[in-house]
């Protein structure tokens, strides 16, 4: 989807998606995960939302509410907030450069990244409630059912 907005990003969407992610750093900073995670999920869709296909905004949408379980990976993996506003630095960059190839793969990494973090941290959870294939199932989940998810 961000391959497909990339045309659509005017500089100043390129700076209230910077704006948006020095925000996020000063969320980290605190310690507010709640506040992080509204800001991940705002950075993520005002990209998407310069799509000119508002059917499509609308599928993604959905999807980031069915999956709301990647909204957890802060208060699971608090040191994965640091890095999620490194890679949304990246994220901003290349969609500037319209790198299209690059953009679409390093997102799929961030992606993945999330979620092999959120695993990590679910798989030593001390009281046993969460097996490790579960954790793994979320896992899967994440990198497969919501686009763009940290």
Known sequence: M??????YLSPHDYR??????????QAAEQQDF???SKLNIDFHMYMYERCPLPE?????REQWRK???TK????????????????HKQIIELA?????????S????????????????LSKEKDGSRSAEEAKGIAQRMVSGCAGSD
């Open 106 to 121: 390093f997102i799929r990494m961030h992606k993945a990244n999330a979620a092999r973090r959120m695993v990590a941290q």
């Open 72 to 87: 957890d990976v802060f208060f699971t993996a608090p040191e994965r907030m640091e890095e999620s506003y490194q890679e």
């Open 67 to 69: 999956w709301s379980v």
């Open 16 to 25: 209230v998606l910077t704006d948006l992610n020095e925000c996020m750093l």
């Open 34 to 36: 709640k506040q992080y």
């Open 56 to 60: 499509l905004v609308t599928m993604i």
């Open 2 to 7: 961000p391959r497909v907005s990339i045309d």
């Open 96 to 104: 500037r450069s319209h790198n299209y190839e690059g953009l679409e």
